[in-house]
Nanobody, 114 residues
Framework: QVQLRESGGDSVQPGGSLRLSCEPS????????MGWFRQAPGKARERVAQ??????REYAESVKGRFTISREHGNKLYLQMNNLKLEDTAVYYC?????????WGQGTQVTVSS
């Protein structure tokens, strides 16, 4: 079992920055891949950024050049979000893959408004 706890969500103006964190606990050495997803009201959950094994990183087209995903020893995961836009408003979820299972955090709210 893996537990994930996100933090760092807040309300910001367009053009602002936020840094989300995800603290894993439990069987953290079983974690293979980690990522960030988001879900806006009335929309499906979508992948924002992912770190695959061997540190390969992947971003949604809508966030390329603005968001950066990183992962520390111990599997703590971050999402640096710069130049935030209104359409980035969503609940952001941390995700972790282990063999035969995927775990999710409870989510942290990011609101971008003027």
């Amino acid at each position: 079992q893996v537990q994930l706890r996100e933090s760092g969500g807040d309300s910001v103006q367009p053009g602002g920055s936020l840094r989300l964190s995800c603290e894993p606990s439990g069987n953290i050495f079983d974690i293979i891949n980690m990522g960030w997803f988001r879900q806006a009201p009335g929309k499906a959950r979508e992948r924002v950024a992912q770190i695959w094994s061997r540190d390969r990183r992947e971003y949604a087209e809508s966030v390329k050049g603005r968001f950066t995903i990183s992962r520390e020893h111990g599997n703590k995961l971050y999402l640096q979000m710069n130049n935030l836009k209104l359409e980035d408003t969503a609940v952001y979820y941390c995700q972790a893959d282990v063999l035969h299972a995927t775990y999710w955090g409870q989510g942290t709210q990011v609101t971008v408004s003027s």
